[in-house]
């Protein structure tokens, strides 16, 4: 009786091993090739669930979305999580994190020469936002009565903290341990909540 085949698996197996592979040896290095010799398999093999290696960094890209989504929004059996524990979970603190912000940085690095990869960085920015904005949404109570512009600010200010911050863990890990990442992320969000409700105390609006 023939072996039967799970392509979805394996379609997922592969862009794992291409988030790995990636994070490793960077974007260039990380060949066709080098992925199919990373996940046991022939180039013959992986060619067969994708066409080109941008197939398998779109499919490695959206892989790591939704485990970034299953973490943030997964229900804690210890009962309601606060918004640092939630966002922590963005951050490099363990293997698993570190391989997923290497990637990105390692993805990042190529945007600005490659255009469809620059539109594809607009889908995945928008992703972001749509998360960290239903995070906010769920976690601090007086979200929903901050103006729209306080709350864009908000959410920019800590997408873009985080991104520096995993860059900053990826690059010298030893000077980012997980509690000091965890530490600065709480400062920024102390200080981000201090000045949300001081603007809306003092009625401003930002353009």
């Not at 392509?7 to 997922?12: I, L, S, T, V």
């Not at 291409?18 to 180039?43: D, L, M, N, P, S």
């Not at 309601?80 to 391989?99: G, K």
Request: aromatic fraction near 10%; proline fraction near 3%.
């Amino acid at each position: 009786m023939p072996k039967i085949v799970d392509h979805a698996q394996r379609r997922e197996e592969i862009a794992h091993v291409a988030c790995q592979v990636v994070a490793h040896y960077g974007f260039e290095q990380a060949t066709v090739a080098r992925i199919a010799r990373a996940a046991g398999y022939t180039t013959g093999m992986v060619a067969h669930y994708y066409e080109s290696k941008q197939d398998i960094i779109l499919a490695a890209l959206r892989l790591i979305l939704l485990r970034i989504e299953a973490r943030l929004t997964r229900k804690r059996e210890s009962g309601e999580a606060n918004l640092l524990e939630v966002l922590s979970e963005a951050l490099a603190i363990d293997a698993q994190r570190f391989t997923e912000c290497a990637f990105w940085m390692a993805f990042w690095g190529q945007v600005s020469a490659d255009k469809k990869l620059k539109r594809l960085n607009v889908w995945v920015h928008r992703e972001y936002m749509r998360l960290f904005t239903r995070c906010f949404a769920e976690h601090w109570q007086e979200w929903p009565a901050w103006p729209q512009p306080v709350r864009d600010q908000v959410l920019r200010s800590v997408v873009t903290f985080i991104n520096g911050l995993t860059a900053s863990a990826v690059t010298s890990p030893s000077d980012w341990p997980a509690g000091m990442q965890i530490e600065q992320l709480r400062l920024q969000l102390d200080l981000l909540r201090q000045w949300g409700r001081r603007d809306v105390r003092c009625g401003s609006r930002l353009k």
